[in-house]
């Protein structure tokens, strides 16, 4: 009979038919259609989450702090020491980095953030702030101390500090690292960036307010005027206190030549001057400029980047 099961032999006298529920087949169909769903929805649910909880960051962070509604919807991210260590000729020693994290059902993807000029390095408020929010949108932020960006002293080896970033991340079991440097940190950043041993572990990089050029951002400092292509122009006053900092922090380099190029204030004398240099002074130059470095390196594979 449709829509039963006949139990008992017919009789002509009289059908005896038992007819069992279907429920049990109803309830599992139903739970199976649930958890289709459920799987075909959660793509979608983990989209919708993402762009709330990125235009919830960039509301926050841009708001500085007039709207939370990032810290309203995520935890208070965790803060520890990520082991980190430099090698070099004279040995090796540890990097002090912080690494920002929060409780999550899945691992998440390595951020290592390189501050600017800031005196206390990781330590600045600014800059805790700025990575407890990437911690709180998805991100497991590592955050070194760069010295050299701590006192307008930067060296080819201020870089070590990033790379040695990347690498903890990496070797933690943070497969997916991205590198953001912010403003005269995108210069160390970027040095790191090609590096083989640190592009290998490395999905993406991202300079803020960077430079290409030491020689370029020195004139910026020193007369206020720029130029990239074809957008050219000049700044209404310079930082006398910024250059006095550097003056102060690299005295060594302050000989006759580079104190005319730091004495001076325009912008059509600045190459000349920079030519009068000493060669060890220009070669420092060159050394800090990522930018003839970047433009023949090429970004990660898409394999690469997302076979973790």
């Not at 020693?93 to 993807?109: C, E, Q």
């Not at 951020?111 to 949108?137: F, N, Q, T, Y």
């Not at 020195?218 to 250059?243: C, D, M, Q």
Request: glycine share 10%; net charge positive.
């Amino acid at each position: 009979m449709p829509g039963g099961v006949a139990l008992g032999p017919a009789s002509p006298d009289h059908e005896r038919v038992i007819h069992a529920p279907r429920y049990p087949a109803s309830r599992a169909w139903a739970a199976g259609r649930l958890a289709l769903a459920v799987l075909l929805a959660l793509p979608f649910c983990a989209a919708a989450w993402t762009l709330i909880l990125t235009t919830s960051f960039l509301a926050e962070f841009l708001g500085q702090g007039r709207w939370r509604p990032l810290s309203a919807l995520t935890r208070e991210p965790l803060v520890r020491t990520l082991p980190a260590f430099l090698h070099a000729p004279a040995g090796t020693h540890p990097v002090p980095v912080d690494l920002y994290t929060r409780a999550g059902l899945r691992r998440a993807p390595g951020l290592v953030l390189v501050h600017g000029l800031a005196p206390e390095g990781k330590d600045d408020v600014r800059l805790r702030e700025a990575a407890a929010l990437l911690a709180r949108s998805g991100f497991a932020v590592a955050v070194p101390t760069v010295s050299g960006l701590t006192a307008l002293r930067l060296r080819p080896e201020d870089s070590g500090p990033v790379g040695a970033s990347v690498k903890a991340l990496h070797a933690t079991g943070y497969r997916r690292v991205a590198l953001l440097g912010v403003s005269l940190g995108a210069g160390p950043a970027l040095l790191a960036a090609v590096e083989p041993t640190v592009a290998a572990d490395l999905s993406a990089v991202l300079a803020l307010g960077g430079y290409a050029s030491a020689a370029e951002l020195l004139r910026y400092t020193l007369t206020g005027a720029y130029a990239f292509g074809k957008e050219a122009g000049r700044a209404g006053s310079v930082l006398e206190p910024a250059i006095a900092q550097f003056a102060r922090a690299n005295t060594e380099l302050l000989d006759e030549a580079g104190r005319r190029l730091v004495d001076n204030r325009d912008p059509s004398a600045v190459d000349e001057r920079i030519r009068a240099l000493p060669p060890s002074t220009r070669e420092l130059l060159e050394a800090l400029s990522p930018g003839p470095r970047i433009g023949s390196h090429s970004a990660p594979s898409s394999n690469a980047a997302t076979s973790s």
